[in-house]
């Protein structure tokens, strides 16, 4: 027979999946001999039941309640029901097994009615028991009915008006008269206020069961990657009352800062107040250091069981506590929440105070946190009174400010006058860069998290939120409008990279400085991972800083970037739009110069560390302009007719370019792209290898879903680099040619394509879109659709699909190293720097993962925590 409830004491620690964080903290502090009230938890299990299927509550939770309500009052020597002198209240508070701070719902003083009210008053006083009585009819008005709290306050703030005094100065006949009127409240809304305490206590449990579900407690869960389906557990415990009188009190302590992360109490507390007092803002509360002169022995006895807390969880602890007549309780303990820069400074100390090990402190911070630590967030009070405007996808991290601009131009032209500037557009594309470069942050209507503006967003650092179709942007008339409100060119707003929130206005950001703590930390990760950790750059600038965040080489320099700007797009327009072999040679000349100094600054640049550079991918009409402004530019430029120009633009159009014309198709269609591509890398690292820099350069060839593709594109490569080295005298030296498998065939004949490559290299953007038929820039459109139906669990271009995805790259691993067992492999698609996919590639078998350079500290990390689950397990 399953069992649905389990006292303070029947629980642990361990037990958070089923009795809630809450529930099994309470436990294991009453285990641990702490003073906490007696209580019992009804698990999360219960919860899903109930949801499912409310008759589960009569048919079989009912019974239990009552049974674990009779032990409570053998406990207590109180009683919950009846008019007994020895009155039992309870607290009912929800707990999941992941803490959800405000999310969810509790109620306290239940027990209370018309009568034991009376009684309490007679035990106590007046104002006390009627303080408990309006806070258990305004709570369960809102937990159970619904009904809005302000509509109590109001009603409370108009009887002290009336009366010319505060309600802890009514008579007796004027608190009843109170009570009357928030009953008539209930009355208003068609609702009665039950006087049965097991009545009440029924309908609380079910609605902290419902409260799992409300909204508040779904954006929470979805924000925090929490899963749905877990419940929350429902905590009954016997009440202490921190309002009795000037002895007593309440408070929230953490046991060091969570702001800085210093060692000592930080917190608050109020005398004569319930919890919600403290959190409410109804009364200023004092700083925990005060509580040492108001009540020392309190305070001493706090210091102690703080101790004996952090000690026993080895980590920081967010405290609940209340003190009845001088007497201390703790209501609550669980791991606090801390900014980035207390989270790496508590892991450090407390490895230093020999609480914790390296190993340990590796798995007490999230990358999540890295990423805060090397990128600038908003002030979080200035964050909660900003003007939302809408949401987006959080492309690239970050947080940032500026003057609104639609036009890569006018970014650079604001910025010129020294303005910080947001370049807002409905997508960028490659002649944008000079714009994008100068841009604070970038935001787009359309696209998704591989979209042109994020992938490069990401790797300059940049805050971007790309695909907000709430946003019309109309690049015409200058105007970005969300609902009824219409922004124009140098308003401002504020960009959240991490949440892929826009607010209006400024809003002031602050950018964390531990980079000393940072690297002692990661040093420690390198020492234990499996996987290696690269970059996706293509310019000097992104190599450094990959190199700089202690990427262990380049596992992904993609050439078309190499092509942004204004002279070198023309040249390749140049190239793309010729009409005979003169204009052809003159622009591949061109590009030959132009790549032959990228590839002898990068090669510099990464010194000793590998670095693979993949061949020109994606279609041609890519680099072409759209617009006929744009157009008719062109022509001038070219000398050619607008007209000619713009039907040459049309014919090189392609409807569905991700299975168009590039990759290995364009080199085997065009091979002189491919050549003078490959001869600008091996005349720069034959130049450097005279200089005495020893280099060896490492050839990515795309898009290959055949051997014979890979057999034709290799085989005029080796003959064009041959010809090379011939011509320059000298043997050849080292270098390889692999292949990128983003195809589903790919993975499938993977151990064919092992025969010809040197290694492989997993193109998850377009893996993905292969395989599940989604268009990586416009899934912005339909994915939270997906997610909030359940559909899907995830955004797949964010985190890797194992079960389909996944089971390709499973496969294509399998058959390559059936033919070379040391074959490398890495990723170096976006999901390479997800931590929620690295241990899943370190499952299968992967050598390294290649991501932006600014995701590299958080992947060294996560590949750390791979390697230290793995071993666990």
């Known amino acids: 027979m399953a069992k649905w409830i389990y006292s303070f004491e029947e629980g642990c620690a361990d037990d958070k999946a089923l009795l809630g964080g809450k529930g099994a903290n309470l436990a294991e502090m009453t285990n641990l001999g702490l003073p906490v009230p007696p209580g019992f938890t009804i698990t999360t299990e219960s919860c899903i039941e109930y949801l499912k299927n409310p008759y589960f509550f009569e048919s079989s939770l009912k019974e239990d309640v009552l049974k674990a309500v009779t032990v409570l009052e053998e406990k207590t020597g109180k009683y919950f029901s009846g008019n007994d002198s020895a009155l039992l209240l309870v607290s009912v508070r929800s707990g999941a097994k992941f803490s959800m701070p405000g999310m969810m719902d509790t109620i306290l003083n239940l027990g209370l009615n018309d009568l034991r009210t009376q009684t309490l008053a007679e035990q106590t006083n007046a104002d006390f028991a009627y303080n408990c009585y309006r806070r258990l009819l305004q709570m369960f008005a809102d937990v159970v009915y619904g009904i809005s709290k302000d509509e109590f306050d109001n009603l409370l703030g108009y009887f002290e008006r009336n009366a010319g005094k505060q309600a802890k100065d009514f008579t007796l006949d004027e608190h009843q008269a109170l009570i009357d009127q928030y009953k008539q409240l209930y009355r208003e809304h068609h609702q009665t206020f039950p006087q049965s305490s097991k009545e009440q206590l029924y309908a609380a449990i079910k609605a902290v069961f419902k409260s799992w579900n409300n909204p508040r407690a779904q954006v929470y869960r979805n924000l925090n990657n929490i899963p749905h389906d877990l419940g929350t557990a429902v905590n009954v ?88 007549k001088g007497k201390l309780y703790i209501l609550q303990t669980r791991n606090g929440k801390r900014t980035a820069k207390a989270s790496l400074k508590i892991a450090l100390d407390l490895v230093d105070e020999g609480i914790i090990s390296k190993k340990e402190a590796l798995q007490r911070v999230s990358p999540a946190t890295i990423s805060q630590l090397i990128h600038p967030v908003f002030e979080e009070k200035a964050l909660q009174d900003a003007p939302f405007l809408a949401q987006g996808l959080p492309a690239s991290p970050g947080a940032a400010t500026g003057e609104i601009v639609f036009t890569a131009e006018r970014a650079k032209d604001y910025h010129s006058l020294g303005k910080k500037v947001i370049l807002v557009r409905q997508e960028t594309s490659p002649e944008d860069i000079e714009g994008m470069v100068v841009s604070q942050a970038i935001v787009t209507s359309q696209g998704g998290m591989t979209s042109h503006a994020a992938v490069v967003a990401r790797g300059m650092g940049t805050c971007c939120v790309a695909g907000c179709s709430e946003l019309n942007i109309s690049e015409e008339s200058k105007t970005v409008s969300c609902g009824n409100l219409v922004l124009t060119e140098a308003d401002v707003i504020s960009v959240d990279g991490s949440s892929g929130r826009i607010y209006s206005g400024e809003i002031p950001t602050v950018l964390v400085e531990n980079d000393q703590e940072l690297q002692r930390l990661l040093s420690w990760a390198d020492e234990v991972a499996q996987l290696k950790v690269r970059a996706n750059a293509e310019t000097v600038q992104d190599l450094k800083t990959a190199i700089k965040f202690g990427a262990k080489g380049i596992g992904l320099a993609r050439t078309e970037h190499m092509f942004f700007g204004q002279e070198r797009i023309l040249e390749m327009r140049r190239l793309i739009l010729a009409d005979n072999e003169l204009e052809t040679r003159s622009a591949l000349k061109r590009l030959l110069e132009f790549q032959e100094e990228d590839f002898y600054q990068m090669f510099q640049a990464v010194q000793d560390k590998p670095m693979i550079i993949r061949l020109l991918d994606p279609p041609m009409h890519e680099f072409l302009p759209k617009d006929s402004q744009e157009i008719k530019a062109l022509a001038d430029k070219l000398h050619k007719s607008p007209e000619k120009l713009t039907r ?191 241990p899943f590639f370190q499952e299968i078998g992967v050598t390294y993962v290649s991501c932006s350079p600014y995701r590299v500290p958080a992947a060294r990390l996560a590949v750390a925590q791979a390697a230290l689950q793995d071993k666990k397990s």
């Open 237 to 324: 415990q016997a009440m202490v009352f921190g309002n009795s009188d000037q002895a007593s009190g309440t408070g929230v302590v953490f046991t060091r800062n969570p702001a800085s992360g210093e060692h000592q109490l930080f917190g608050e507390f109020l005398l004569n107040a319930q919890g919600e007092d403290v959190v409410a803002g109804i009364r200023t509360p004092e700083p925990i250091a005060a509580l040492e002169t108001a009540l020392p022995q309190a305070y001493a006895a706090f210091q102690d069981y703080a101790k004996i807390l952090e000690n026993h969880y080895k980590d920081m602890q967010d405290i609940e506590f209340t003190i009845e």
């Open 648 to 838: 040459r633009i049309e014919q090189l159009q392609e409807s569905n370019p991700m299975l168009g014309h590039r990759g290995c198709r364009l080199g085997i269609t065009q091979p002189e792209i491919y050549k003078m591509q490959v001869e600008a890398v091996f005349n720069s690292a034959i130049k450097l290898s005279q200089e005495g820099l020893t280099v060896k350069p490492e050839i990515m060839i795309p898009l290959i879903a055949d051997k014979a593709e890979l057999d034709s594109v290799k085989a005029f490569l080796i003959q064009h680099i041959n010809k090379l080295f011939r011509h320059q005298g000298l043997e050849p030296f080292p270098y390889e040619i692999g292949t990128m498998i983003e195809l589903p065939r790919a993975c499938l004949v993977a151990d064919q394509l092992a025969q010809e490559a040197d290694f492989f290299s997993f193109g998850t953007n377009d893996l993905t879109q292969m395989t599940y038929g989604f268009s990586r820039d416009d899934i912005g459109k339909f994915i939270g659709h997906y997610k909030e139906k359940e559909i899907l669990p995830f955004d797949p271009f964010q985190s890797v699909d194992q079960d389909g995805v996944g089971e390709l790259m499973r496969i294509a691993i399998s058959k390559g190293r059936q033919v070379k067992p040391e074959l490398p492999i890495g990723i170096c698609g976006e999901v390479g720097g997800d931590p929620a996919s690295i």
